[in-house]
């Protein structure tokens, strides 16, 4: 092979790496878009959810959760005796209906939450709620369904 042609060949592969490298960026910056928009969703829920039961907003709670919820926390009795407490969808709708932030920190400051996403995968995420009134954490499993993220299983705990 001589000079010239090398050189075309040379040419050639860098072309073709420039059109994969650039595809595979494409479709990095297409997903990015896609985790950044979803990132924001759930955050609106989980917010929709922690802050809905803050101000006994049922209807924002209800945009918030899935139906089919499951939201537990491990106890344990009097005895030392452990188990897990289940709670529904229904059971979290009343509840946040009847909340009167009873036994809240800092009642004289503005509510604040925060939440840390931990991971998006395709159609399911996790994320950590916390807030400057609840003397518990929720860790949330929310899944994008007919294009809304819904949270579908809460694990909490209490934190005092």
Same mark, same amino acid.
């Given at each position: 092979?001589?000079?010239?042609?090398?050189? #075309? !060949? &040379?040419?050639?592969?860098?072309? =073709?790496?420039?059109?994969?490298? *650039? $595809?595979?960026?494409?479709?990095?910056?297409?997903?990015?878009?896609?985790?950044?928009?979803?990132?924001?969703?759930?955050?609106?829920?989980?917010?929709?959810?922690?802050?809905?039961?803050?101000?006994?907003?049922?209807?924002?709670?209800?945009?918030?959760?899935?139906?089919?919820?499951?939201?537990?926390? #491990? !106890? &344990?009795?009097?005895?030392?005796? =452990?188990?897990?407490?289940?709670? *529904? $969808?229904?059971?979290?709708?009343?509840?946040?209906?009847?909340?009167?932030?009873?036994?809240?920190?800092?009642?004289?400051?503005?509510?604040?939450?925060?939440?840390?996403?931990?991971?998006?995968?395709?159609?399911?995420?996790?994320?950590?709620?916390?807030?400057?009134?609840?003397?518990?954490?929720?860790?949330?499993?929310?899944?994008?369904?007919?294009?809304?993220?819904?949270?579908?299983?809460?694990?909490?705990?209490?934190?005092?």
């Amino acid at each position: 092979m001589d000079h010239s042609n090398v050189t #075309i !060949m &040379k040419s050639l592969l860098i072309l =073709m790496e420039f059109l994969i490298c *650039g $595809s595979a960026v494409a479709q990095a910056d297409k997903a990015l878009l896609s985790t950044q928009s979803d990132s924001l969703k759930i955050k609106i829920t989980a917010i929709n959810y922690v802050e809905g039961f803050y101000t006994s907003d049922v209807k924002r709670m209800a945009s918030a959760i899935h139906g089919e919820l499951a939201k537990r926390i #491990i !106890m &344990k009795d009097d005895a030392g005796n =452990m188990m897990i407490r289940n709670m *529904g $969808s229904s059971e979290l709708l009343y509840n946040t209906k009847k909340n009167k932030n009873t036994n809240i920190k800092n009642p004289n400051a503005s509510f604040e939450a925060n939440v840390k996403i931990y991971e998006i995968y395709k159609s399911v995420a996790t994320a950590k709620v916390v807030t400057n009134k609840f003397k518990f954490i929720d860790y949330l499993h929310l899944a994008k369904i007919d294009g809304e993220w819904k949270i579908v299983n809460v694990l909490w705990e209490f934190t005092e």
